[in-house]
T-cell receptor
Framework: DTGVSQDPRHKITKRGQNVTFRCDPI?????LYWYRQTLGQGPEFLTY????????KSRLLSDRFSAERPKGSFSTLEIQRTEQGDSAMYLC????????????FGQGTRLTVV | AQSVTQLDSQVPVFEEAPVELRCNYSSSVSVYLFWYVQYPNQGLQLLLK??????LVKGINGFEAEFNKSQTSFHLRKPSVHISDTAEYFC???????????????FGAGTRLAVHP
């Protein structure tokens, strides 16, 4: 298994454009998380899926953000009408079931909004 | 709500010297504690975790951490660092849910460890 895969690794977009990121978790993991990391800060939780159900969304996830995991496998995170403040590293992680099993992180997608 | 404070934003140290990276947390419930390492342009890798049991936890790459409940601390230590340990280190907590809980992690702001020859 190659671990958690994120695509693209880098994205530069103009303010106001929509962007979509993809995360492929470790195949046997039913839990998937999205985090956002801005420069000089630790990752901040955005949302969590168990299988295809989105069970928690952070207040950081404004109406312009939407995440899906349609078949309980890969997930997408879309940002509509991007703003410069959206520039960050978006990290995906996955884990198996059970109390506090280890979450494995992908390498992230770095978004730059110009 | 939980929070994590990493007391040092940067820690410079010479190669083969010991190092301690400090972490304090705040929570009204029992927590699990983690240390992650992040190399430039990479994701996060788990160094070690405390779930229960012995308060001294050993991790990968020679790192260890000690959970101190009375001081709400979880400091990371290594007796002798290498150049390759240069990276960003993050302390994190999650609520100690019953079985079936999931690990939404709350991270500190990170400590940049710079190992010099």
């Amino acid at each position: 298994d190659t671990g958690v895969s994120q695509d693209p690794r880098h994205k530069i977009t103009k303010r106001g454009q929509n962007v979509t990121f993809r995360c492929d978790p470790i195949s046997e993991h039913n839990r998937l998380y999205w985090y956002r990391q801005t420069l000089g800060q630790g990752p901040e939780f955005l949302t969590y899926f168990q299988n295809e159900a989105q069970l928690e969304k952070s207040r950081l996830l404004s109406d312009r953000f939407s995440a899906e995991r349609p078949k309980g496998s890969f997930s997408t995170l879309e940002i509509q009408r991007t703003e410069q403040g959206d520039s960050a590293m978006y990290l995906c992680a996955s884990s198996s079931s059970g109390a506090n099993t280890e979450a494995f992180f992908g390498q992230g997608t770095r978004l730059t909004v110009v | 709500a939980q929070s994590v404070t990493q007391l040092d934003s940067q820690v410079p140290v010479f190669e083969e010297a010991p190092v301690e990276l400090r972490c304090n947390y705040s929570s009204s419930v029992s927590v699990y504690l983690f240390w992650y390492v992040q190399y430039p342009n990479q994701g996060l890798q788990l160094l070690l975790k405390y779930l229960s049991g012995s308060t001294l936890v050993k991790g990968i790459n020679g790192f260890e951490a000690e959970f101190n409940k009375s001081q709400t601390s979880f400091h990371l230590r290594k007796p002798s660092v290498h150049i390759s340990d240069t990276a960003e280190y993050f302390c994190a907590v999650s609520e100690s849910w019953a079985a079936g809980g999931y690990n939404k992690l709350i991270f500190g702001a990170g400590t940049r460890l710079a190992v010099h020859p």
